[in-house]
């Protein structure tokens, strides 16, 4: 696996790489709810959001991504706790991330999907995911 580099988001109406969509992964029933109903206060429009499962480590993104919206809902999911979004603007990544820090929803690994990206399973993913996190809170004072 190689090492992508970090893009700045803009605030735009580009869209972003991939179908539009979002993977959910290690949040419980009762969060699942929570989140769908953050998503609708929002109001981030005709977004599909696939809930991943146990058994969906060794998946491919874009197989996961191209799910029927809300499969996998309300099944636990031990997977660590991440949001991977795909083909929204940039505009409603910066809506969605700004909206998320004053949510109270629990705090989650977030990406989203590149041509690179979409080839990974999602276990390699979040493991990556966790290794730049450690890495940026190290950066920090």
Do not use: N
């Not at 929803?105 to 290794?131: F, G, I, Q, Y």
């Amino acid at each position: 696996m190689s090492k992508g580099t970090f893009k700045k988001v803009g605030k735009s109406s580009k869209t972003l790489y991939g179908p539009r969509a979002m993977l959910v992964c290690g949040f419980s029933p009762r969060e699942q709810k929570a989140l769908l109903e953050f998503l609708e206060a929002i109001r981030i429009a005709g977004l599909p959001v696939v809930f991943a499962t146990d058994t969906d480590g060794k998946s491919l993104l874009k197989t996961l991504l191209a799910r029927p919206d809300q499969s996998g809902k309300d099944q636990i999911c031990s997977l660590d706790r991440a949001i991977i979004l795909s083909g929204i603007t940039e505009k409603e990544l910066q809506h969605t991330l700004s909206a998320y820090r004053g949510s109270g929803l629990p705090r989650p690994l977030w990406a989203t999907l590149t041509p690179h990206s979409e080839a990974w399973c999602l276990s390699d993913l979040l493991e990556e995911l966790k290794k730049e996190r450690e890495a940026m809170e190290k950066k920090q004072p």
